[in-house]
């Protein structure tokens, strides 16, 4: 209940309004979020490097209503493509189709992706798509794949292990080596289409891992790069412990190396275990977002942890 409240509210441009103008309501998001400019992102990121982390840059910012807006985010991501190389850190990037354009005309955003991958192409830079919500999966999923056939290699995509068609999606993805990030879901989806229970997410979630992890074996094991650009194929995204415990064995098993698969967080979140991952010995990823666009990305988190509710609540009676 609470959770779906609040996935209502990220969507809701009333509530928005209104909690963006409390400045304590940044301060709470800034757990989650490195900055509102990019300079901040490459600081954070540049700590996290130092702890032998890579990261994935993020422009927050979703849903843009018109081409000028879709046009501008391309331009703002291709400046993160110059702020990774001229900066040289260990940083790759995510972006979302819906930011720049797929909901307003897809031949857009069409054009937008090639862009920012050809960009990306010449600095060898790989590019994540991120999954939006249920509307959006077919086209992303389309997307990526005239993208590959147009010979743009350096991107992949994001699974999501609460919709009952992922596997259907996984095992064809994985013919083609496509590079995964295996997460749960941040969305709300209908019972119709998602597994409602989240033990039955959890299990989908190992079963999801395992094919991935079986793929990467297929297609030659690639392995992270030291240069921190590329990931490898599966990309276990969780701070579940038993999922990340699940897919190391199953990795271990397998024979995947540990350089051939990688674990991702969200920045500001189980730092802990990023850390002992790396001390493992296994390639880690922090997912760094940036932006004055905080505010959707940022009720997400709390959906996903109500004690993050409470301390948002505790905040806003001491401001
Ligand atoms: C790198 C990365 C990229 C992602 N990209 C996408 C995407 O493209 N599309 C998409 O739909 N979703 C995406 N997600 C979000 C994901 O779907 C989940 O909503 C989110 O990761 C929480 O699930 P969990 O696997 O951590 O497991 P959970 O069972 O939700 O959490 C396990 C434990 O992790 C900790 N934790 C989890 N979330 C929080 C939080 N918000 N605050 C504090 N602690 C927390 C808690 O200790 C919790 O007990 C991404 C997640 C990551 C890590």
Redesign the pocket.
């Known amino acids: 209940m609470l959770r779906s409240s609040l996935i209502y509210l990220s969507k809701a441009s009333w509530a928005r309004q209104i909690v963006t103008q409390w400045s304590f309501a940044w301060k709470a998001a800034s757990r989650?979020v490195a900055g509102e400019k990019l300079e901040e992102a490459i600081q954070a990121i540049r700590v996290l490097n130092d702890k032998g982390i890579n990261a994935?840059l993020d422009h927050l910012g979703e849903h843009t209503h018109n081409s000028e807006a879709a046009e501008r985010a391309t331009n703002d991501i291709l400046q993160m493509v110059d702020g990774i190389v001229n900066h040289a850190i260990k940083a790759n990037i995510?972006i979302?189709l819906t930011q720049i354009g797929v909901a307003i005309d897809e031949s857009l955003c069409t054009r937008n992706l090639e862009q920012i991958l050809s960009k990306a192409a010449e600095n060898n830079i790989f590019v994540?798509i991120?999954?939006?919500?249920s509307p959006w999966v077919d086209t992303t999923i389309k997307l990526y794949c005239l993208m590959q056939e147009r010979g743009y290699f350096n991107t992949g995509l994001?699974i999501?292990a609460?919709l009952f068609r992922s596997e259907k999606d996984v095992i064809e993805l994985a013919k083609t080596g496509t590079r995964i990030?295996l997460?749960?879901?941040?969305?709300k989806e209908a019972p119709e289409i998602a597994f409602p229970q989240?033990r039955d997410v959890?299990k989908n979630?190992d079963h999801l891992a395992e094919i991935i992890i079986k793929s990467a074996i297929a297609n030659g094991s690639p392995t992270v790069l030291d240069d921190g650009l590329m990931p490898p194929i599966p990309?276990i995204?969780?701070?579940?412990?038993k999922?990340i415990e699940f897919a190391k064995s199953c990795a271990e098993k397998s024979g995947l190396p540990q350089q051939a698969i990688e674990f991702?967080?969200?920045y500001?979140?189980?730092r802990d275990i990023q850390e002992s991952l790396v001390k493992e010995g296994y390639p880690v990823?922090?997912?760094v977002p940036f932006g004055t666009e905080w505010y959707p990305y940022y009720v997400?988190?709390?959906?996903?942890?109500p004690?993050?509710v409470w301390f948002f609540v505790s905040n806003f009676f001491r401001h």
């Open positions: 989650f994935t995510s979302k994540r991120d999954m939006e919500d994001v999501q609460y990030r997460c749960k879901g941040a969305y989240k959890d979630y990309a995204a969780s701070h579940d412990p999922r991702q967080m969200l500001g979140i189980r990823r922090v997912y997400r988190r709390l959906a996903e942890r004690a993050n």
